[in-house]
């Protein structure tokens, strides 16, 4: 046994190659590509293939698997029956576990893992799952449920579904970007829970549906949801001081900061800062990203030394608020783009498995006699 490592801190538990994190240069690649350089060029379908198949696709590999994918937008009656019969108060990310989950049931072959099975059920999911997150959100709302539009890409596509007309090209390829940066980053949390179901050989919607449960926790996927709620509570930018620091005071954490690798400026936070304060100026929210970068600069000040510094859901808040997000829905869009990141380590891990069973340190008393229950 190695030593025992609270959190598995510091523990290499997996190989990949799909996403590399120079956690104090703040440095993110997918496929050895800087995730700049992808944000800023290429879109979520292409960001999937190159994930999924560790090298861009050439034209007409990208055509094909955008087809694939639009071809499986719809999901089934079934489902969206359901969907129908849900509370319209049930927490998003709770309906969006329950429904990866339920789309197992109608999945003739939900058991078979081999790699070609992974895939294809990995392309359905993702493909599925966001008329899902839209046909619930419509059902609440008393609003009728919109079809996928298989003419529209996966960004524009979830847009349309969700307000019931399609977005500005600005609003859309916003929305896209922040799928291109969530889409996967190592060995988090969410992506070692569906590594580890997965690796006992269960079935796909067992691991996606645990590593959903694993991403509404909010230190995890769910602090985008977090910072807007801070974000909120501070009146005007004048109140930031006073709300950070005594937050600090009492050792609260900040939502949207710090991160168990990153000791730098996640470079997903960069990105998605420069994307916030172009939409809230386009929007009027500038009061959102002027709060937000005084929570920085104080974060920085108190800090900074420390290594904590805004990680991706930090100015992702704003970002999704300005596509004109409701709060509960920014977890559930975290979730859409990492299904594509959660799904490629599923296959990695079925490529060459090894069933994950760390052990535990025992701290309890040994030779203890059993007292009968009269005596006890
Ligand atoms: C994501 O792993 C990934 O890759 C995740 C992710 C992905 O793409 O999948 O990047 C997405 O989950 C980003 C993180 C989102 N979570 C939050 O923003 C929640 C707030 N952040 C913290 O809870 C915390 O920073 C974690 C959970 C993200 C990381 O925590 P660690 O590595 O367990 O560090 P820690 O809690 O032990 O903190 C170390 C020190 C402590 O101070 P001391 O007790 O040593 O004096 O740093 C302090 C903490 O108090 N600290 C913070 C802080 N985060 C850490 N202080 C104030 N605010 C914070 N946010």
């Known amino acids: 046994m190695t030593e025992y490592s609270k959190g598995l801190e510091g ?64 999901p089934p009656e079934q489902i969206l029956d359901m969907i129908r019969t849900l509370p319209k108060e049930a927490g998003t990310m709770h309906v969006l576990r329950t429904v990866i989950s339920a ?43 919109i079809a996928p539009d298989p003419s529209l890409t996966f960004a524009e596509n979830f847009l349309y579904m969700l307000n019931g007309k399609k977005p500005t090209e600005t609003m859309a390829r916003a929305f896209d970007i ?20 997965i690796s006992t050989l269960s079935d796909i919607y067992s691991a996606l549906t645990a590593a959903v449960g694993s991403l509404r926790g909010p230190l995890h996927g769910g ?11 501070i009146p005007t930018v004048a109140d930031a001081e006073k709300y950070v620091m005594e937050k600090l005071a009492n050792k609260d954490r900040i939502m949207g900061f710090g991160h168990r690798v990153y000791k730098a400026k996640d470079p997903r ?10 939409l809230a100026e386009d929007t009027g929210n500038t009061d959102l990203y002027e709060k937000s970068s005084k929570i920085e600069e104080i974060m920085e000040r108190e800090v900074g030394s420390k290594g904590i510094y805004p990680n991706v859901d930090f100015y992702s808040a704003t970002t999704y608020h300005c596509i004109g997000l409701e709060l509960d829905l920014f977890t559930p869009m975290f979730a859409l783009s990492r299904l594509g990141g959660w799904s490629g380590h599923i296959i990695e891990q079925l490529t060459d498995n090894r069933l994950f069973r760390p052990g535990a340190k025992y701290v309890g008393p040994h030779d203890q006699p059993y007292t009968p229950v009269e005596k006890r």
């Open 178 to 197: 922040c799928m291109i940066l969530h889409a996967d980053h190592g060995l988090n949390n969410s992506t070692f829970t569906a590594r580890v179901v």
């Open 11 to 74: 523990v290499i538990a997996a190989e990949t190659e799909m996403s590399f994190i120079d956690g104090k240069k703040g440095v993110l690649e997918y496929v050895g590509i800087p995730i700049g350089e992808l944000s800023a060029n290429s879109t979520f379908e292409e960001t999937v293939f190159l994930l999924w198949n560790k090298k861009l696709p050439k034209k007409g590999e990208l055509a094909e698997f955008t087809a694939q994918l639009r071809d499986r937008y719809a």
């Open 103 to 145: 789309l197992g049931m109608h999945d003739d072959d939900a058991n078979a893992n081999d790699l070609e099975a992974a895939r294809q059920k990995s392309l359905t999911i993702l493909a599925q799952a966001p008329a899902l997150v839209a046909a619930f959100d419509r059902h609440r709302k008393g609003r009728d449920y």
């Open 269 to 278: 936070a960069t990105d998605l800062q420069k994307l916030a304060k172009k």
């Open 223 to 233: 602090a985008n949801e977090g910072v807007m709620v801070m974000l909120n509570e």
